[in-house]
Each structure stands twice: as C-alpha cells, then as structure tokens.
C-alpha cells in the first residue's frame, strides 16, 4: 500500500484545511489510520489516529482543533484542521499507527501570522 497526502497550502493563522490521504490499497485491514507531521528541525510527531471501530486520538496541541476520519470505502484518510496556529506548520504525512508502511510524500502547511 502506498499513501499519498494532499491538500496542503498556505493559509492565515485562524483558517482552515483539510488534507486527504489516499491508499493505493485497501486500508480496511489496518486497525489504526494516522496523521503525522513533521516542523523544520523537529522530529516527526504523531497527531492524530482513528480505528476502524471510531474511536480516536489527539495529539494535545491539536485536540478540539483538528478532526480525523477515514473512509474504508475509498481508502482514505482525512484530516479536518480548523483554527490553524504559526505552529502547525509543518510537512504532514499518513501512515498506520503503529507505523509499518512506506512514507509517502507528504503535504506541506503553512501556517501565517
């Protein structure tokens, strides 16, 4: 399964985007879907995570700003970013969580003051 994220872009702190990550297979086996991101000169940190029961997790920066889902069906993730900060800018990546697919090439966000 390869992962490519998209929907990345330049925005105003305060707005908003919404990055889709699509599988080039079916992600339906994959318990746990996750977004990833990594700053500049920063370690690549896990962000959010869904199961495919629904349940799922926040990193602590983003919780009650940032919604995950998934769509077996089409296999894709999504990740719903609203009230973005200066400090979300980053490359964002998908993956499972625990991690054991290939990186995909990631969507850069850019967060302005």
């Known amino acids: 399964v390869q992962l490519q994220a998209s929907g990345g872009g330049l925005v105003q702190a305060g707005g908003s985007l919404r990055l889709s990550c699509a599988a080039s297979?079916?992600?339906?086996?994959?318990?746990?879907m996750a977004w990833y991101r990594q700053a500049p000169g920063k370690q690549r940190e896990l962000v959010a995570a869904v199961a495919n029961g629904g349940s799922t997790y926040y990193a602590h920066s983003v919780k009650g700003r940032f919604t995950i889902s998934r769509d077996n069906a089409k296999s894709t993730v999504y990740l719903q970013m609203n009230s973005l900060k200066v400090e979300d800018t980053a490359v964002y990546y998908c993956?499972?969580?625990?991690?054991?697919?290939?990186w995909g090439k990631g969507t850069l966000v850019t967060v302005s003051s």
């Open positions: 297979g079916s992600i339906f086996s994959i318990n746990v």
């Open positions: 993956n499972a969580d625990p991690v054991f697919l290939g």
